[in-house]
């Protein structure tokens, strides 16, 4: 079955500290990737998104992501995190096989003053 | 204009209550979709609407109903409610097809007594 892993469900980490946080999906066909953010209490944000060409794809707030085909991985990274990077991340993938949003279980990150 | 509005932001209602959800767009976006969200999960997809027309109920329980009036609004219609229905319910719009991008809006919470 069509899935999208999310590897941490919980990173804390210390502000400056790198993140990287892992997604990996289950399909074979043509995909568009994304990574939404949603901090406490607030909406959904689109942090990035991958269609097609360059595999490393920037974002908003410093974010990036690198698109990975043979490991079915789409991992975000960010090199010096701040306290108000705290947050629910969730990877969110597009499929051609029914053009429906499947997504990650979400990743809780909390980062330390 | 890229917003997604959604109305009203909070809603409190009984089990017996009747209320309605509203989402507008006026991107010309002709894929609407409703989700429910509980806290720290992802959203889940209910209804996906494509050129007006209902094109997935992923198993949703009838006191949900969805309506789509025209190419730019979508409702959902609320009856006879339970408890565990209380939670974030968001609409989304995307053009149809790949490489194309879900825009959410800001969710109704919807707390049921």
């Known amino acids: 079955a069509q899935s999208v892993s999310q590897h941490n469900h919980h990173v804390i980490l210390s502000e400056a500290a790198s993140l990287e946080l892992g997604c990996n999906y289950s399909?074979?066909?043509?995909?568009?990737l994304f990574w939404y953010v949603q901090y406490p209490g607030q909406h959904l944000q689109l942090l990035l998104k991958?269609?097609?060409?360059d595999p490393l794809v920037k974002g908003i707030k410093g974010f990036e992501a690198e698109f990975i085909k043979s490991k079915f991985s789409f991992n975000l990274r960010k090199p010096s995190v701040q306290w108000s990077d705290t947050a629910e991340y969730f990877c969110a993938v597009l499929m051609d096989s029914n053009y429906q949003l499947i997504w990650g279980a979400g990743t809780k990150l909390i980062i330390k003053p | 204009d890229t917003e997604v509005t959604q109305t009203p932001k909070h809603l409190v209602m009984g089990m017996t209550n009747k209320k309605s959800l509203k989402c507008e767009q006026h991107?010309?976006?002709?894929?609407m979709y409703w989700y429910k969200q509980k806290a720290k999960k992802p959203p889940e997809l209910m209804f996906v609407?494509?050129?007006?027309?209902?094109?997935i109920n992923e198993s949703v329980p009838s006191r949900f109903s969805p309506e789509c009036p025209n190419s730019s609004l979508l409702n959902l219609h609320l009856h006879a409610l339970q408890p565990e229905d209380s939670a974030l319910y968001l609409c989304a719009s995307s053009p149809t097809g790949m490489n194309t991008e879900a825009f959410f809006g800001q969710g109704t919470r919807l707390t049921v007594v």
């Open positions: 399909y074979g066909g043509t995909v568009n």
């Open positions: 991958y269609f097609s060409g």
């Open positions: 609407y494509s050129y007006e027309k209902l094109s």
């Open positions: 991107m010309g976006h002709r894929a």
